[in-house]
């Protein structure tokens, strides 16, 4: 069974480089990504298996994506905030526990959990 992921940044460039990352390494994930948040709000539903959000986006920001996504039904540990950020800020903004993980999407190290969580999914979904 596929495992559904929504990707949901208002950079583009960033936007293309994870949904690409993603869909090559992990084929088997159906992606949906949207550069607007406003339009991402009919796939955020109970049957998302990770949810990622920016956390700055003009309009409708991350925090308030995540205030729908809870409230839609999505277990806190299938999202995670991505922000530009430092932690300092991020773990101030988003309090632990309010989701899975907050990451600075620039820095290496948080990839590497991202990479974590992607496989994780992929080995769930083979099971």
């Known amino acids: 069974m596929k495992r559904k992921i929504v990707i949901i940044d208002d950079d583009q460039y960033f936007l293309n480089f994870l949904t690409g990352y993603v869909s090559e390494r992990y084929p088997d ?3 949906l990504a949207f550069n607007d948040p406003i339009k991402s709000l009919s796939a955020i539903s109970a ?3 990770l949810l ?3 956390l700055e986006m003009p309009g409708l920001d991350g925090t ?3 205030s729908y996504a809870l409230e839609s039904g ?4 299938k999202i995670i905030i991505l922000s530009g950020r430092d ?3 991020l773990h101030k903004k988003i309090p632990m526990g309010r989701c899975l993980a907050v990451l600075n999407k620039h820095e290496t190290r948080q990839k590497e959990v991202l990479d974590m969580v992607f496989s ?3 080995k769930e979904a083979e099971e």
């Open 120 to 122: 994780a999914l992929q």
């Open 74 to 77: 999505i277990d806190r540990k």
């Open 52 to 54: 990622l959000i920016d």
């Open 29 to 31: 994930f159906k992606i």
């Open 47 to 49: 049957d998302t298996d």
């Open 87 to 89: 932690a300092e800020y």
């Open 64 to 66: 308030k994506l995540l």
